[in-house]
C-alpha cells in the first residue's frame, strides 16, 4: 500500500508541477486550462491505478481529514504522510533535473492577499474533499466513476484559484517544488489552509449524507477505498 501511495504522489506531482514549468518556460504553451487539465487527468489515473491498492489518498489533508471522521485508521497516517512527502520531494527534483533552467519550479505562491489566498485554498479543498468522501465512503455513490469525478473538481478548482492562490489544494503539491526551488514563500498557508477545509468537507458531507445506509467502519474495504488531491 505505501508504495502505490508513493508512485501514486510520484505521478501526480510529476504530472501538476510540470504543467507550470511547461508554460513558464515554453510562453504560455500550456495556458490555465492546460494546467488545470494536467492536474484533474494525473488524479484521474493513479487514482484508476492505485485506488484498489492504496486508496489513492496522494494528500496528506486528505488522510488526515479521514483520519479524523473515522474513515482511515490514525496508526496508517505517519506512513502515508512519510510517503506523500517524500514522493513529492522526488517528483520535484527529478523536474529540476529535467528542466533547465527551473524557473519558478511550478511552485504555489499567492499573487492576492494571505486572507484571501486563504480562503481560497480553504474552500477549494473543502470542494474536493465533499466530493472525495462522497465516492469514497457512501455505498450509494457511483465509485466505478470515481477517477473522474475528483479529477473533475481538481480540474474546476484550479480553473477557479489557479491565478491566485495557484490551486494547491494539498501540502505536498506545494512542499515537494518549494523544497526544489528553495521557495518557500507563505509556504504555511498551503500547509494550514487545505487540512482545515479537508476535514470541513469531509465532516459536512458526513452530517448531510442519510444515516443507517452506509458502513462507516474504518476497517471495511468500502471505507479504505478513499481517492484524492
Not at 19 to 28: E, H, M
Not at 79 to 99: D, E, N, R, T, W
Not at 128 to 153: H, K, M, Y
Amino acid at each position: 500500500m505505501i508504495g502505490a501511495e508513493f508512485v501514486g504522489t510520484f505521478i501526480l506531482i510529476f504530472g501538476a508541477t510540470a504543467a507550470p514549468i511547461v508554460n513558464q518556460k515554453y510562453n504560455g504553451a500550456e495556458t490555465l486550462i492546460g494546467n488545470a487539465a494536467c492536474a484533474g487527468l494525473a488524479v484521474m489515473i493513479v487514482i484508476l491505478s492505485t485506488g484498489h491498492i492504496s486508496g489513492a489518498h496522494l494528500n496528506p489533508s486528505l488522510t488526515i481529514a479521514f483520519a479524523v471522521l473515522r474513515h482511515f485508521p490514525w496508526v496508517q497516517v505517519p506512513a502515508y504522510i512519510a510517503a506523500q512527502v517524500s514522493a513529492s520531494i522526488c517528483a520535484s527534483f527529478a523536474l529540476k533535473g529535467i528542466f533547465h533552467p527551473f524557473l519558478s519550479g511550478g511552485v504555489t505562491v499567492p499573487s492576492v492577499s494571505t486572507a484571501q489566498a486563504f480562503s481560497i485554498e480553504f474552500v477549494i479543498t473543502f470542494n474536493l474533499l465533499f466530493v472525495v468522501t462522497a465516492v469514497a465512503t457512501d455505498t450509494r455513490a457511483v465509485g466505478e466513476l470515481a477517477g473522474i469525478a475528483v479529477g473533475a473538481t481538481v480540474m474546476l478548482n484550479i480553473l477557479v484559484a489557479g491565478p491566485s492562490s495557484g490551486g494547491s489544494m494539498n501540502p505536498v503539491r506545494t512542499l515537494g517544488p518549494a523544497v526544489a526551488a528553495g521557495n518557500y514563500k507563505q509556504i504555511w498557508i498551503y500547509l494550514v489552509a487545505p487540512t482545515a477545509g479537508a476535514i470541513a468537507g469531509a465532516a459536512v458531507y458526513t452530517a448531510v449524507k442519510l444515516k443507517g445506509d452506509v458502513d462507516n467502519n474504518p476497517d471495511t474495504p468500502r471505507t479504505r477505498r478513499s481517492f484524492r488531491r
